[in-house]
């Protein structure tokens, strides 16, 4: 079952990622559509707030008239597709990057569980070998938790 489960979702994560890679391409179009606005101060081009908090504190422009220009490019990169600080497609790439990571986590707990499992399996095989019975391997299982938890509380 859990190899099934493993294999579903490694076929999502792969399918994801090729999905976000479109909207990444996305992303770049529209970051640089956004990028290339800018407003005119004193017959020089401004891209950013910081640009124009320049001029505002050069004291070349009033305070009121950095607000409206500051007004007035953010309703130009609005108009440009930005929302915020992101864009449309940053923003649905910034979720396809949650859900990867997440299943990423899924997976590798999968794989955890999967090697803890196999390693189980190869113990019980050694305890048959040498003559013991299941209760004797589960008591030798519960010892050897025991004794990595305390490793792990003493940090040896």
């Keep these: 079952m859990e190899n099934e489960e493993l294999k579903t979702l490694e076929t999502v994560r792969d399918e994801i990622i090729k999905i976000k890679a479109k909207y990444q391409r996305k992303a770049e179009k529209e970051r640089e559509r956004v990028n290339d606005v800018f407003v005119t101060v004193c017959g020089e081009k401004c891209y950013t707030e910081n640009e124009i908090n320049d001029w505002y504190a050069s004291d070349y422009i009033t305070c009121d008239q950095a607000d409206k220009y500051i007004e007035k490019l953010n309703k130009k990169k609005s108009t440009a597709g930005q929302k915020g600080t992101l864009t449309k497609s940053e ?65 040896i």
């Design 91 to 155: 923003r649905i790439y910034q979720v396809f990057e949650n859900i990867i990571s997440n299943l990423m986590v899924e997976i590798q707990d999968i794989k955890i569980k999967q090697e803890q499992e196999r390693k189980k399996q190869e113990r019980w095989e050694i305890a048959q070998a040498q003559g013991c019975s299941y209760e004797e391997f589960l008591e030798i299982e519960e010892v050897s938790r025991q004794s990595e938890e305390y490793e792990k509380l003493m940090g």
